[in-house]
């Protein structure tokens, strides 16, 4: 990169870092290093947030979240985390269905569960 591109990434950064060529240099480059890792980072914390938000609806139908995945896996319903998850937060109808179709499972198994 040259001198000018490296001032155009660090616009709006603080302090000498936005027009000293030296720190704007490393502090760009710190600051893509950030972008990398984070949008890998991004990925595991959305998955995070989605088992969250399955298990906060799950549990509100009795069945804890690993529960649930068993018997919607058992069942054979092929709807990942986050569909799952906006279900759950949007349309907690439907996501109540989901969890009668896993409960149905475990009853097959002979598993007692809350109710």
Known sequence: MNNWEILQLAKGFRGRAKNCIRISRERVEKALQY?????RNKKRDMRGLW???INAGARQHGVNYGQL???LNTENVQLNRKVL???AMHEPYSFKT???VSRAAFQHQHVHLKK
Do not use: C, K, T
Request: proline share 0%; aromatic share 6%.
């Open 85 to 87: 998850s906006e279900l």
């Open 51 to 53: 088992i969250q938000r």
């Open 98 to 100: 989901l969890v009668d």
């Open 69 to 71: 995945m068993h018997g």
């Open 35 to 39: 972008a990398y890792r984070d949008r």
